[in-house]
């Protein structure tokens, strides 16, 4: 059993690794930020998978804060980002 | 199963490290660093550290972007793409580097069982019960102490850049969107009580000072976030006295032990002292990061520096053709 | 193995799926919008599936309850931070068109 939750945690830190892609390409800046978005939320089920695999119910805390703090930095995107910043070339329009 | 995943989170850590010296721009280099932390998050999972684990968790997917971001914000005219040097002249003193540990790790001998059954048989002397938190504050009580010393110093070094004395006067316009009011109401409490709770959990499970320091920090920063002036409020000297707390807290118990004992800087015996010291050092670690971020010039203010004298000031004419 | 157990595979399983359809919309989808769509069915659906999973085997309410709140505020946390982002993008392109003219 223990092995078959590990193997899911290890599925989706291939889909991280997968994700990253679009993180080296994606056009926006905020492209790059929702996948941030999207590894915080996998990087919980992440967590989640390990607390039970390796039997250790306090990295549960670890997943809480996880799900708790990506926000904060998703807010201090837009707040610190102007329109410049958000294309990578400036011949581009969004 | 269990190598296979060590083997792809150790590879991808290395993978994300180099990206992020190769990207091409300094936002994606954030971002990438985002990840990095929360990778390094699963790599201590592994190794089971839940403490750090956590501490990494809070720090890696909240504080340290908004910081990073927030620096970003400052340099919004140099988008300049980070300059390339010749990166294989540091391969040499990589190798060697990487080759002196794997040498120092082969050569553990079998029957080294680690640092925990003399951390186990120490622990009756402090009166704590979790080890961790024994080793922390008590057996490496130095290093804690010196931690709170170099955060103390990392904010009154970001003073003297931004040439403010106080963290007054950096107040962000509220969040125009009702839906931005609205999350930071709904997250704010919880994050103190999160933050108590690892706090209180930290004297008997993985938690303690630090972790909770950076869980307060970001309710101090979401409460800036919404255009409140947030704990630039507090008046000076309470600020003084609350950053330099767990610095002073420590050094304070541990001159007072040449009246109790005989030693000069010697641990305290009675529990009360200890948790004293912890929760100081939490009030003290959330208030040295919320000032590093209040502190941190945005995009909205300039860092005031004097205004170069221009000798050409009869040639700009308001009514100019620009 | 018990009937929790299989449930508990058929869940994750679900939920795994579900990670899979956001990931491969975060790279496939041709526009920022549509890939904030991708994220947000990840985010709740493949968490949920999850959680559901893992409540079957963790073997005591406490611990079960605290990964459906966790869930939940995963649930409000990434649905703001899509809407922040979505509606950044949407401001940010308006107003860029009225300061930049066309032959910028």
């Known amino acids: 059993m223990n092995v078959f939750f590990l193997g899911m945690a290890l599925f989706l830190v291939l889909n991280i690794l997968a994700g990253l892609w679009r993180v080296l390409k994606g056009p926006n800046q905020a492209d790059r930020m929702v996948s941030a978005q999207l590894f915080g939320t996998t990087g919980v089920a992440t967590l989640l998978l390990l607390a039970q695999a390796l039997e250790s119910p306090f990295i549960r805390n670890a997943a809480l804060l996880f799900a708790l703090l990506t926000v904060m930095a998703v807010l201090a995107f837009v707040r610190n980002t102007a329109y410049e910043f958000l294309l990578d070339n400036k011949n581009e329009h969004l | 199963m269990g190598l296979v995943f060590d083997l792809v989170i150790g590879l991808s850590l290395i993978g994300v490290a180099w990206s992020i010296i190769r990207a091409r721009d300094h936002f994606q280099a954030i971002v990438l660093f985002i990840t990095f932390g929360m990778l390094l998050s699963l790599a201590w999972t592994r190794l089971k550290s839940p403490d750090i684990a956590i501490a990494e968790a809070a720090v890696g997917a909240g504080l340290a972007g908004v910081l990073l971001m927030d620096a970003l914000g400052t340099l919004s005219s140099s988008r300049n793409r980070p300059t390339h040097g010749n990166l294989f002249i540091l391969l040499i003193p990589l190798v060697v580097l990487a080759g002196l540990m794997a040498y120092a790790i082969m050569f553990i001998p079998d029957d080294f069982q680690g640092l925990g059954p003399l951390v186990r048989k120490s622990m009756p002397d402090t009166h704590l019960e979790y080890p961790v938190t024994a080793v922390l504050l008590d057996f490496r009580g130095y290093d804690t102490w010196l931690e709170l010393g170099v955060l103390l110093v990392a904010v009154l070094g970001v003073l003297c850049v931004r040439r403010a004395s106080t963290i007054k006067g950096s107040i962000l316009p509220a969040p125009a969107e009702p839906v931005g009011r609205w999350i930071i109401k709904l997250l704010l409490p919880l994050m103190v009580l999160i933050g108590g709770y690892l706090l209180w959990l930290g004297a008997f499970a993985p938690g303690g000072a630090f972790q909770a320091g950076v869980v307060l920090a970001s309710g101090g920063v979401m409460l800036w976030q919404a255009g409140h002036p947030s704990l630039a409020l507090l008046p000076r000297l309470w600020w003084k006295i609350i950053i330099s707390s767990g610095f002073v807290f420590f050094l304070i118990l541990a001159s007072s032990s040449m009246f109790f004992n005989d030693h000069f800087m010697t641990h305290p015996e009675a529990k009360i002292w200890i948790l004293g010291l912890e929760y100081a050092a939490t009030l003290s670690i959330a208030l040295c990061l919320i000032s590093l971020v209040l502190a941190s010039p945005g995009r909205n203010q300039g860092i005031k520096t004097r205004p170069p004298k221009s000798p050409e000031k009869n040639s700009c004419s308001p009514h100019s053709p620009e | ?104």
């Open chain 3, 1 to 104: 193995m018990s009937i929790y157990e299989i449930f508990s595979v058929i869940f994750c399983l679900c939920g795994g799926v579900f990670f899979l359809a956001g990931t491969i919309g975060l790279i496939r989808f041709p526009d920022t919008y549509s890939r904030l769509h991708a994220l947000t069915k990840a985010d709740n659906l493949g968490l949920g599936f999850m959680v559901l999973g893992l409540v079957f085997v963790s073997g005591s309410v406490p611990e079960a309850i605290k990964m459906g709140l966790i869930w939940f505020l995963a649930l409000i946390g990434s649905s703001s931070a899509c809407y922040f982002i979505g509606n950044h993008m949407h401001i940010s392109s308006q107003s860029g068109k009225k300061e930049n003219g066309p032959g910028i």
